[in-house]
């Protein structure tokens, strides 16, 4: 049980419901059906969103055939563990418990320093000093070294540091990854199409996401959208008016409180 393995899906710690039987030594179609019983009594509370626990996938057997999963959360963990008694349980919990907490930490960057909307202009200015150092470094190499590769370029200027996944911004406010994006929908800043999120018209061209693509084999990848420190500073600004602060200011107020 202490093998249980977790993976970071853009910046979000899963469970593979595959691992979660093997730990609980159930059945793997036992456990499948378990959550979609679980599922379906979460669709009955419109304020309970099941995808904050279970996240429905696929996986290719050594057949090919193609049979269903899920991606469990912390609290998806939880709620099976609560359904089990005696010494499993126990073990169970201490196990998933102990493995998220070891790669949320291994995630989990250092406290920005200050004021959340303070950090962010810092950054933000530490990002756009680095772009413009990049790039006169670029056009110096070019000058003296024309002779190289293509890839210089990008290793100089399209590998973006500063690029952030929703679910690193979302921990800023306490929230998962699919929570945030839901609420970005509803406040009108983005829209999903097919798998990925994109920004409605009024908020493109504005510098506040790029697309990344993740290659998976040779004949499939993955389209994700990332943040760069301007639009993080742009969703600061629009949460704040509406009343949704960051954790730290959260906690500041209180402390002033």
Not at 238 to 244: E, P, T, V, Y
Request: charged letters at 25%.
């Amino acid at each position: 049980m202490n093998d249980l393995k977790l993976i970071n899906q853009d910046g979000q710690v899963l469970a593979d419901s595959r691992e979660v039987a093997t730990a609980t030594c159930k059945r793997h179609d036992h456990l499948i059906r378990d959550i979609e019983g679980y599922i379906k009594i979460l669709s009955q509370n419109p304020d309970l969103g099941a995808d904050d626990f279970f996240i429905e996938s696929t996986y290719k057997s050594g057949t090919g055939k193609q049979y269903k999963m899920f991606y469990l959360t912390k609290i998806g963990c939880d709620m099976v563990a609560n359904k089990m008694i005696g010494a499993k349980g126990v073990l169970f919990t201490a196990a998933y418990t102990k493995k998220f907490e070891e790669m949320e930490k291994q995630l989990q960057g250092p406290k920005l320093p200050g004021t959340y909307r303070e950090a962010l202009q810092q950054l933000l200015i530490e990002v756009e000093e680095k772009e413009k150092l990049e790039t006169q470094n670029l056009v110096l190499t070019q000058q003296v070294q024309e002779f190289q590769p293509k890839a210089s370029y990008y290793d100089l200027v399209l590998q973006n540091n500063s690029l952030l996944s929703v679910s690193k911004i979302a921990k800023d406010y306490g929230m998962s990854g699919i929570s945030f994006n839901r609420k970005l929908h509803e406040l009108g800043v983005q829209y999903k199409q097919g798998d990925i999120w994109l920004l409605y018209a009024k908020h493109q061209d504005k510098g506040y996401t790029q697309t990344s693509t993740h290659v998976i084999d040779a004949e499939k990848a993955k389209v994700s959208t990332k943040w760069t420190q301007k639009g993080r500073l742009f969703l600061y600004e629009l949460l704040k008016q509406h009343g949704i602060l960051p954790v730290i200011e959260r906690e500041n107020r209180q402390d002033e409180g």
